[in-house]
Structure formats: C-alpha cells, structure tokens
C-alpha cells in the first residue's frame, strides 16, 4: 500500500470510528433503566418503561421517558427533559438549555437549578428552591411552590381542566416564597388558592386574588 492509500484507509478508519462513537452517545431503552456516570457526555436518551439518572457533571442531549423518572445530579448540563407518568429531578446548580415537561408527574429544581425554557405539566407538583425558569410555567393540575429567592420569567399559567369531571375539583396551592421574583402574568384559568410573601415580587394577577403572607410559609 503506498502513502496516498494508507492516509485514505486511516482517514476513513478513523470518520468511522468517530460516527460509530457519536452513534453510541444516544442510548434508547425499551424495559429498562438509564445510567449516565458523573463527568461523562451523552447523546439522546430515551426509555419506555425504565428511569434515568444523570449523576453530578454530567452532560447529555434530550432526555426522555415514559413510566419513569427522571433525576439528574448537580452541575450538569441538559438541553431538555421529557416524562410521561413520571416524575422530574434536577440537582443544584444544573443548566436546562430548552424545557422541561412532564404529564401526571411531579417537577423538582434544587437550589440554584437554571431553566432557560418553560417547565410543564398536567398533574404533579413543582417545587423550586431558589431555581431560574427562563420561560415561565404551565400547568392544569399541579400545585406549585416557588421557593425563597427563585426567579421565574414568563409568568404563570394554570389552565382550566378539559372533559367532564365528578363532583368539584380541588383547587391548585400555588405558594410564591420570600423573596422570589415572578415577572409576566399569573393567568388562573380556574379556581387557585395563591398565597403570595409580603417580600415577593409579582406581575399582574389574573382570575385570582392573591392572599399575603409573612415568615417562610403561609
């Protein structure tokens, strides 16, 4: 093989080699769990019936699943989480690029979480603890608590349920922290409880009356 030849083959080998690797990033389970180590960088992760968890540092591209949870560590770095029937986690500190949605699931920020997108669900309850959400909040049955010294832009929407229901529904708990800035409208759609802190910041409320507190929580 002359020089010209052995450049061609190891130049292939190697683009080979590469999209084989970039291949094996994304990860898609049917029955089972995910695993992504701390430090280390995925592709797309998706599963059916099986969590996934993302330990501390790690990076990874859209991470999905449906009946199961999502828990991803500190520090790391997402571009967007999707669940259906499960619940989302995301440790202190961590970057979401896009959004997070979950249907018939809870959402939980740690302290110092970054969402630059809308967080979403149906049923489920969010909580925040000194979290930034870039794009606001949706959602139609949760409850929510915006922690001490989270920031939401956006605004909030609570949407009116869709189809027949049994009896009167209960209403949402919305509780907004001391402290904590919530810029937009708070559009309520139905009947809310919505308790805000005497130190809080909000925009314009629309469809509920918003009752004050003092101290920590109403």
Request: glycine content about 14%.
């Amino acid at each position: 093989m002359n020089r010209n030849s052995l450049v061609v083959a190891l130049t292939l080998a190697l683009t080979f080699a590469g999209s084989a690797f970039a291949h094996g990033d994304d990860i898609d389970k049917v029955n089972g769990s995910i695993n992504v180590a701390g430090d280390q960088h995925a592709g797309n992760l998706s599963t059916v019936n099986g969590s996934i968890h993302i330990d501390d540092g790690a990076n990874a591209q859209k991470v999905s699943t449906v009946n199961g949870s999502i828990r991803i560590g500190a520090h790391a770095t997402i571009d967007s989480l999707e669940t259906v029937n499960g619940g989302i986690e995301v440790g202190e500190n961590t970057h979401v690029a896009r959004t997070i949605e979950a249907v018939n699931g809870s959402v939980r920020l740690g302290k110092g979480a970054d969402v630059a997108g809308r967080v979403s669900n149906v049923n489920g309850r969010f909580t925040f603890e000194a979290a930034h959400i870039g794009g606001g909040i949706e959602t139609v049955g949760g409850d929510i608590e915006i922690g001490a010294d989270s920031r939401i832009e956006g605004g909030i929407i609570v949407d009116k349920p869709s189809g027949m229901s049994w009896g009167k529904p209960r209403n949402p708990r919305i509780v907004i922290g001391p402290h904590a800035v919530v810029q937009g409208t708070l559009e309520f759609r139905r009947e809310v409880d919505l308790f805000v802190s005497d130190s809080a910041k909000i925009g314009t409320v629309t469809g509920a009356t918003a009752t004050k507190f003092s101290g920590d929580h109403p």
